[in-house]
């Protein structure tokens, strides 16, 4: 499955300063606003993310104590070299000089997902993709996290307000709710530039439906690009009720849309929403102007999508609402026009990026793209050109394994499932490509219970001990290959399932500490006999 924390969207580390690229597709499951040290201590930090900036060298819990001494806020980075969002961040944004200069007015901090403790590190501020960027402010209060989307040209203006007026985004939903007029503009572009997605506990949960919608209509008057941005936000959260409810309406998105197509700005501060969320058009229920606003926001998009404001692997994605829209109600192919014209520019983004950390994240666009283009042959290709000279290739081995299975060709599928497995490194890393693997095993070959049984029991051997198993994202890894091996028993496998995966399980758990995070998560497991 594939994430789109996109690339240009990430890029707001810039613009915010304020937290995939994460193959689950899920938000992180918390949020903390407090920094509540760790009996035992925290892994040290990375210091090469990125050459030019000074990244604090040291445990997280001395980077939380160095910022309350020097009365500075931080800045923590939380990515995967695997990722191809963490690396266009890292070959963009953070080898531009004003951002560099700007990261010397906070403790920056960065934390790799395969370093010791990351994953425990990850649990207790409540990451959960990567990359996630937080600020907190010397107090070790979170203020805010990195979204997606933003122009180019506003990053060092919000990165400034960020510095200037740190109030916690908790607190500003709080007024919002309860005193909406004594929001100032400011506060309406942080809350327009806050990572909902990657934020369980950002919202109270029960607040209205019209929330984003009232808070757009607030910030009209102060910020138009604010006020859009939530706007938008408002659009995606009912998109997604239509999955319960096809019959979902709002009145006045017409209306609306049709303003922030006007504006060349707005398009591109809400880029990553249009990029991304074309079903909104079903919000519209009037068939001719749902048709009217489709040819629009195909037409704004691709207009725009060569605007240097916007990084190549973004400029790509101006296709997505096109191909949505073209293949919605037809199977017919690209014309010929067109199709010349969508390998033009995935020829000249190709062409145009040789940093192999880079492409990490075109190659991953493009591949997504020519899907999206019913271009299955030419995703192949382009992943397979790539998997000699990538930084990750297990990344793009993954996603072969993905097209195997579509094509119905299970034995290629687990081939490619089982490469990426064996190239993945560090331990986070393996672990959860492990898991993929096992789970493409019980999906297409449930029969091989001896294997399937005899990798999932050698997962736990990717540690080098217990600590991280139970915690972050390792935890949910093994949450879900769980309730997979437990649909998947029979008569015949559950006995060996119980005694060898189960109790691989229990042993791991006893060595976790009573009351600790991991030890409640590792006991959620049901560990008593059953794996879900």
């Known amino acids: 499955m594939r994430t789109r924390l996109t690339l240009f969207a990430l890029m707001i580390l810039y613009a915010g300063l304020m937290a995939g690229c994460d193959k689950s597709g899920k938000a992180p499951e918390t949020a903390k606003t407090e920094s509540t040290a760790e009996t035992r201590p925290e892994t040290t930090t990375q210091t090469k993310a990125s050459p030019g900036i000074e990244w604090f060298k040291g445990s997280v819990d001395d ?3 160095k910022a309350k001494s020097e009365h500075k806020p931080l800045f923590v980075y939380w990515g995967a070299v695997w990722c191809p969002p963490c690396e266009e961040v890292k070959n963009t944004v953070f080898k531009s000089e004003q951002f560099i200069a700007l990261t010397k007015l906070f403790i920056p901090v960065y934390i790799d997902g395969d370093s010791e403790r990351a994953q425990a590190i990850g649990e207790r501020f409540g990451v959960k993709g990567y990359p996630t960027m937080i600020v907190f402010n010397p107090a070790g209060k979170e203020i805010t996290r990195i979204p997606g989307g933003i122009d180019i040209s506003k990053y060092n203006s919000i990165l400034q307000l960020s510095l200037n007026r740190l109030r916690p985004t908790s607190e500003l939903v709080h007024l919002a709710l309860t005193k909406p007029e004594t929001l100032q503009p400011p506060d309406f572009t942080q809350l327009a530039y806050y990572s909902w997605d990657q934020d369980n506990d950002a919202l109270p949960g029960d607040q209205p439906d019209t929330f984003f919608k009232d808070l757009s209509d607030a910030a009209a008057p102060h910020d138009k690009v604010a006020a859009a941005r939530l706007y938008m936000e408002y659009l995606v959260q009912e998109a997604r009720k239509l999955k319960k409810n096809p019959k979902e309406r709002v ?12 504006s060349n700005q707005l398009v591109l501060a809400c880029w990553d929403s249009l990029s991304y969320w074309p079903e909104i058009t079903n919000l519209v ?8 606003l489709e040819k629009l926001w195909q037409a704004r998009m691709m207009t725009l999508r060569h605007d240097p404001s916007i990084v190549p692997a973004e400029q790509l994605a101006a296709w997505l609402p096109l191909l949505h829209f073209h293949f919605e109600d037809s199977s017919k192919p690209l014309s010929r026009e067109l199709d010349t014209e969508l390998e033009m520019d995935i ?12 492409r990490q994240a075109v190659v991953d666009q493009i591949a997504y793209i020519y899907q999206k283009a019913k271009k299955t042959d030419e995703a192949k290709t382009v992943l397979l050109a790539e998997l000699d000279k990538a930084a990750a290739p297990w990344y793009f081995m993954s996603d072969l394994g993905s097209l195997a299975e579509d094509a119905k060709q299970p034995a290629e599928a687990i081939k490619w499932y089982r490469d990426a497995y064996d190239t993945a490194k560090g331990p986070a890393t393996r672990f959860q490509w492990g898991a993929a693997y096992v789970r493409s095993l019980i999906r297409l070959d449930p029969a091989k219970h001896q294997l399937i049984l005899d990798t999932a029991v050698h997962l736990f051997d990717e540690f080098p001990g217990p600590d991280d198993v139970f915690t972050g994202r390792n935890f949910r890894v093994l949450r879900s290959l769980s309730k997979k091996l437990d649909a998947w028993k029979t008569d015949s496998t559950s006995t060996e399932l ?16 009573e009351g600790t995070q991991a030890r409640k998560n590792c006991e959620s497991l049901e560990s008593g006999g059953k794996t879900s």
């Open 251 to 262: 009145d006045g998105a017409y209306d609306a849309l049709v303003k922030i197509f006007a």
């Open 63 to 65: 980077a939380f104590a």
């Open 347 to 358: 020829s000249e983004v190709n062409r145009s990026t040789d940093n192999p950390f880079a």
């Open 498 to 513: 119980a005694k060898r995966f189960t109790a691989r399980i229990n042993e791991l758990c006893g060595s976790e500490a």
């Open 285 to 292: 229920s009037d068939a001719d102007r749902k048709m009217e």
